[in-house]
């Protein structure tokens, strides 16, 4: 599962590229550094076969606010049928579990940015997919997010890659 991300806009190249875009695009009402449900969020979209940003909610409203999706069942949900093909990707140094009470900070060892499949709806909310957890990460959670590298990413949002879940290279950090 996926409660919470971080990303910091100007840790590196590749962030600080983003926010540059979404400066070109005066888009300034996002949130940054530790992000919670039903915040503005960056994402990344295809928008005329080219990766661009976007800022959309994060959670769709419903009887509940959903904040994921088990990508494993997005084809039975009828919350997810009509939007699956809706792909965005939510940009990240890390993100969040908890533990016993205790937050972990969860990175990867080898990219310093990671990128998150999500989906979308019309009223630009989106949710994060997650699938059954897998090495170290069992430890943590039973769920994760599905996370990519930036070929990855390209692919996913071109719709050449189906979502897969791959936990190996992952750096636990206990928060205080």
Same mark, same amino acid.
């Given at each position: 599962?996926?409660?919470?991300?971080f990303?910091?806009?100007n840790?590196?190249?590749i962030?600080?590229?983003?926010?540059?875009?979404?400066?070109?695009?005066?888009i300034?009402?996002?949130?940054?550094?530790?992000?919670?449900?039903t915040?503005?969020a960056?994402?990344?979209?295809n928008?005329?076969n080219?990766?661009?940003?976007?800022v959309m909610r994060?959670g769709?409203?419903?009887?509940?606010l959903?904040?994921n999706?088990?990508?494993?069942?997005?084809n039975?949900?009828?919350?997810?049928?009509k939007?699956? %093909?809706?792909?965005?990707? #939510?940009v990240?140094n &890390?993100?969040? $579990?908890?533990?016993? !009470? *205790?937050k972990?900070?969860?990175t990867?060892?080898?990219?310093?940015?990671?990128?998150?499949?999500?989906?979308?709806? %019309?009223?630009?909310?989106f #949710?994060i997919?997650? &699938?059954?957890? $897998?090495?170290?990460? !069992? *430890?943590?959670?039973d769920?994760?997010?599905i996370?990519?590298?930036?070929?990855e990413m390209?692919?996913?949002?071109?719709?050449k890659?189906q979502?897969?879940?791959?936990?190996?290279?992952?750096?636990f950090?206990?928060c205080?």
């Amino acid at each position: 599962m996926c409660g919470r991300y971080f990303v910091d806009l100007n840790y590196n190249e590749i962030t600080m590229k983003i926010k540059e875009r979404l400066e070109m695009l005066s888009i300034f009402d996002y949130a940054q550094n530790e992000i919670y449900p039903t915040q503005n969020a960056i994402v990344l979209i295809n928008k005329n076969n080219q990766i661009d940003v976007d800022v959309m909610r994060w959670g769709i409203e419903g009887k509940s606010l959903l904040i994921n999706a088990r990508h494993e069942t997005i084809n039975e949900r009828i919350t997810y049928k009509k939007i699956k %093909e809706n792909r965005c990707v #939510v940009v990240a140094n &890390g993100f969040f $579990e908890w533990k016993n !009470k *205790k937050k972990i900070y969860i990175t990867h060892e080898n990219e310093p940015v990671i990128y998150l499949a999500a989906i979308y709806n %019309e009223k630009h909310e989106f #949710v994060i997919l997650t &699938g059954n957890s $897998e090495n170290q990460m !069992k *430890k943590i959670h039973d769920r994760t997010p599905i996370i990519m590298n930036q070929n990855e990413m390209k692919e996913y949002l071109a719709m050449k890659l189906q979502p897969k879940v791959k936990n190996d290279h992952l750096h636990f950090e206990l928060c205080e």
